[in-house]
C-alpha cells in the first residue's frame, strides 16, 4: 500500500511575509501572512488554517520542509523551530529547501495574494 504524501512547507525567510502550503492529492494549498509582528504566533494560525483549507488533520502530515535560506534570520530560525518540533511530535522527518522553492508566490498591486 501507497501512502499519500501530505508536506507542509514553511517560508519564513522573509522579511514582514511568511507563507505557508501543504501538498495533498497532487494539489498545493498556500496561505500568506503578514509577519512583521508576532511571526511565531502567526506562523501557528496560518499552519492550522491551510490544514483546514486541505481538508487534513496536522497528524496527518507526513513531513515538513523548512526554508534554510533567505534575508530575515530571526524568521528563519522561527522556520526552523516550529517545523522540528512539528517533525518531532508527529515523527515525521524535517528537511530544507530554499527559501520561495516549494510555493508559487502571487504579487499583485502591492499585496500578495
Request: proline share 4%; net charge neutral.
Amino acid at each position: 500500500m501507497i501512502m499519500e504524501t501530505r508536506e507542509l512547507a514553511l517560508d519564513t525567510s522573509q522579511n514582514g511575509l511568511l507563507t505557508v502550503s501543504v501538498s495533498v492529492r497532487g494539489k498545493t494549498y498556500t496561505r500568506h501572512a503578514d509577519a512583521r509582528h508576532g511571526s511565531s504566533q502567526q506562523l501557528l494560525r496560518e499552519i492550522t488554517a491551510v490544514c483546514t483549507d486541505a481538508g487534513i488533520s496536522l497528524p496527518s502530515l507526513t513531513g515538513v520542509s523548512v526554508s534554510q535560506t533567505g534575508e530575515s534570520f530571526t524568521g528563519l530560525r522561527v522556520g526552523a523551530v516550529v517545523g522540528q518540533t512539528i517533525g518531532w511530535l508527529l515523527g515525521i522527518p524535517v528537511n530544507g529547501h530554499p527559501a520561495l522553492d516549494p510555493v508559487e508566490l502571487t504579487y499583485k498591486n502591492d499585496r500578495w495574494a
